[in-house]
């Protein structure tokens, strides 16, 4: 509701004075800030004095309104002039005024929360402006009643009164500049402080992630070297126990071929770990080599199935290998993927006591090609289904601890993946198995340029002459 407070005529610069006079009490008694009362007393003023010195006088009307969210503190300034003929270009600060007449106008709203001009050439002219007051409790009933009866008892002021309060309020004005002057120097002071601060931290995460850097080429090139260097005596180990086995050199007593089994299997597993850490380590260099070409998903399949089949002939986990659904054709690098879908198999095979293995192929969206492993093993827990693919990882079970692995399988799979423009995701239920989805482009991304692959011979020589 809008309640009003005071209304003062403009028939005299004494009126002009008297109407700055009665703004700054009455937002003083409001509960606005001296700041506030000398920005709403000057606003008013400046307009009260273009009223009385360009349309010949006029009136000035205080008012308060608390039917918004915060109440405001206002004054209507109303005269009978001419009006303002270029009040628009007045509002937008672009009149070039050589009596400086619409300078008062501009900057009394900028110390307005609202201000207003209607204007016409029979009507005269009149500005609402307004402030907004700390709370709404300024204006009640009986705030506004103590108001008028102050008001009422305060006479006028002579304009020797009211310039000397004008100078005060100038060197308070003055004074609070001050302060915030020194307020700001030392903010930028602080700010300078903690931009060098920033500037230092950014230099150690430099040097750091510089380090970070070098490790990691120091980490691929071991990888590398040492992977090379143990698949020679590893490869020498499984072609002696295949001649031992084969009983070449003279026959085996039973005990003596379940001793060269043993060192038989452990020789292939042991090869297996030092193949995938450099493919890893071949990977995180950058120095993967794609060989592109198409080739059919049926004959993958077929090779996977007579792979896998003598593990699987006889026992109690049978492998299902579907022919593929709606595709025929793929263009990728086929050892790749065959490394994946073997890696899946080997793993599902690993954890999976009875029940079954099953590979299917189809079709997907945006021309890809879905490949899924499931199998009705053990399981894993939701909780580990994100960690699964980390580096070293492997998921707590009595399976696991009967068969062991180096936790590289998967993380080693995820990255051939997405080498080739895929993908891989997994779903699973513990008791009940897993499925793991590879999705795959028809159409591999092309290899690197000529000269940018190398072979893992070549990978080894560059490493060491660094």
């Known amino acids: 509701m809008r309640t009003a407070l005071l209304n003062v005529e403009l028939r005299s610069e004494q009126d002009v004075v008297f109407t700055r006079q009665r703004a700054r009490q009455i937002a003083g008694f409001l509960g606005l800030t001296p700041t506030e009362q000398t920005a709403f007393a000057t606003a008013v003023s400046e307009i009260a004095r273009n009223a009385f010195r360009y349309a010949g006088g006029g009136g000035v009307e205080f008012w308060v309104r608390d039917d918004v969210p915060r109440p405001l503190l206002g004054a209507n300034v109303a005269d009978r002039g001419k009006g303002i003929a270029n009040l628009p270009e007045i509002l937008a600060g672009q009149y070039q005024s050589s009596t400086g007449m619409g300078l ?12 207003d001009v209607q204007t016409t050439p029979t009507a005269g002219t009149t500005v609402a402006m307004a402030v907004r007051l700390p709370h709404r409790s300024a204006i009640g009933p009986e705030r506004i009643s103590a108001l008028t009866a102050e008001l009422a008892q305060r006479g006028m002021v002579t304009p020797l ?11 308070a004005a003055m004074e609070d500049l001050q302060t915030r002057h020194t307020e700001i120097e030392r903010l930028n002071g602080e700010l300078s402080e903690t931009n060098r601060g920033v500037l230092a931290l ?7 992630a510089e380090a970070l850097r070098r490790a990691s080429q120091y980490k691929s090139r071991f990888l590398s070297d040492m992977t090379h260097e143990l698949r020679t005596p590893l490869n020498g180990m499984i072609s002696l126990a295949h001649l031992l086995m084969d009983r070449t050199d003279g026959d085996l007593t039973p005990e003596q071929f379940k001793q060269v089994l043993l060192i038989h299997k452990s020789a292939v597993s042991l090869s297996e770990m030092v193949n995938d850490l450099l493919d890893l380590a071949k990977i995180e260099a950058g120095k993967t080599t794609l060989r592109v070409s198409e080739f059919a998903i049926s004959d993958l399949l077929a090779t996977l199935r007579g792979v896998f089949r003598p593990l699987f002939g006889g026992g109690s986990v049978a492998l299902e290998i579907e022919d593929p659904l709606d595709m025929q054709m793929i263009c990728s690098d086929e050892g790749k993927v065959t490394q994946i879908l073997r890696n899946l ?9 009875a029940g079954y293995v099953r590979v299917r192929a189809q ?7 879905v490949i899924s492993v499931a199998d009705s093993g ?6 580990q289904l994100d ?11 009595p399976i696991q601890r009967r068969v062991r692995g180096t936790g ?6 995820r990255k051939l993946c997405r080498i080739l423009g895929g993908d891989i995701t997994v779903t699973s239920e513990l008791g009940v198995g897993s499925t793991f989805t590879v999705t795959l482009p028809l159409n591999c991304p092309q290899p690197p340029a000529e000269g940018a692959e190398h072979s893992d011979e070549q990978m080894v020589g560059e490493r060491a002459s660094v």
């Open 104 to 115: 008062g106008i501009i900057g009394s709203k900028r110390l307005c929360y609202e201000f």
């Open 161 to 171: 009164q009211e310039v000397q309060q004008q100078n005060r309020e100038l060197l």
């Open 202 to 208: 950014y230099a150690e995460l430099d040097d750091q």
């Open 345 to 353: 198999v080997s793993n599902a095979l690993k954890f999976t006591e």
């Open 363 to 369: 079709g997907g969206a945006d021309a890809t090609a």
């Open 378 to 383: 053990i399981g894993i827990p939701a909780d």
């Open 387 to 397: 960690v699964i693919f980390d580096d070293f990882t492997q998921v707590e079970s």
């Open 408 to 413: 590289l399988g998967l993380p080693l799979t």
